[in-house]
């Protein structure tokens, strides 16, 4: 019978993957960003914030496919791996560090497509947001994000009566789509926003919301102290968390906090 890991165990397992990242990024010289959650816990927790189960980082693009190419040469060992849809392991459009002596089965996400424990890895593309196609490239990514996420939804669950309604009719219609599929057109339409290093940045991969535009000048790397360990944030995390969640260093009362949305056992 396998162990089920506890939401203290996997963040355990997590900070084991990013001192792993941190540990290559340093070696090579590639800068990462503490980015969501973890950049909220990072400054109003001191660590994770108490309710959250995951880590996320980002990188500008070409750290990013930088990092992927050094990652196999460079880990010390075989228990963590990197996962997408490029390599054919995973469906998801950005890289996932996992643990591979685990695996997780998120709620609402079909049972049998479950990964190790994970830190995700966020994409920084650069964009110019004068360019007149703009609101097309969203359009194009947002309908290839809709595929996807029904394509690797759980049916049987969802947040209301409606959700659930939407999945039993049309996950049974896309169930043979390939979600790989759509994760690439998400993946190769960010490199239409901008032909050039821009004076700004977004994850369109990952988020795809158009207001959410950040000065580059924002991800100026600086340490900061998460747990008991130092891992690398943005110097702008003000704005950058202002922009993204408004109110962010005030907690969400006891009733809106998100539940864990998983489950996870060692292999």
């Known amino acids: ?17 990013m001192d792993e990242i941190d540990t290559i990024c340093r070696k090579n010289h590639i800068p990462y960003f503490l980015m969501y959650g973890t950049l909220i816990g990072a400054h109003r927790h001191r660590g994770f914030i108490p309710w959250d189960d995951d880590i996320d980082i980002c990188m500008f693009r070409n750290d990013y496919e930088r990092f992927i190419e050094l990652f196999a040469e460079n880990r010390s060992t075989d228990r963590f791996d990197l996962i997408f849809y490029r390599n054919g392991k995973a469906f998801f459009p950005f890289a996932k560090i996992v643990d591979t002596t685990t695996v997780v089965y998120e709620n609402f996400v079909r049972k049998d497509v479950g990964t190790g424990v994970w830190v995700d890895i966020f994409i920084l593309d650069d964009i110019d947001p004068a360019m007149q196609n703009l609101k097309a490239l969203y359009r194009k990514r947002n309908r290839a994000n809709l595929l996807y996420s029904f394509t690797v939804a759980d049916p049987n669950v969802g947040s209301s009566a409606m959700v659930k309604l939407a999945k039993r009719i049309i996950c049974p219609i ?63 995390y003000e704005e950058i968390l202002a922009t993204i969640y408004g109110d962010w260093r005030t907690p969400p009362a006891e009733d809106n906090r998100p539940i864990h949305t998983c489950e996870a056992y060692r292999l």
């Not at 790397?221 to 360990?229: G, L």
Request: hydrophobic share 35%; glycine share 4%; charged share 35%.
């Open 1 to 17: 019978m396998r162990e089920q890991l506890s939401l203290d165990a996997m963040k355990s397992i997590e900070l084991d993957i």
């Open 174 to 236: 896309v169930r043979n789509h390939d979600p790989k599929k759509s994760a690439r057109i998400i993946d190769e339409t960010a490199s239409q926003l901008c032909s050039d290093e821009s004076a700004f940045v977004t994850d369109f991969v990952g988020e795809g919301i158009p207001e959410h535009v950040f000065s580059r000048n924002l991800f100026e790397p600086e340490e900061v102290d998460f747990e008991d360990r130092r891992y690398l944030a943005p110097k702008g």
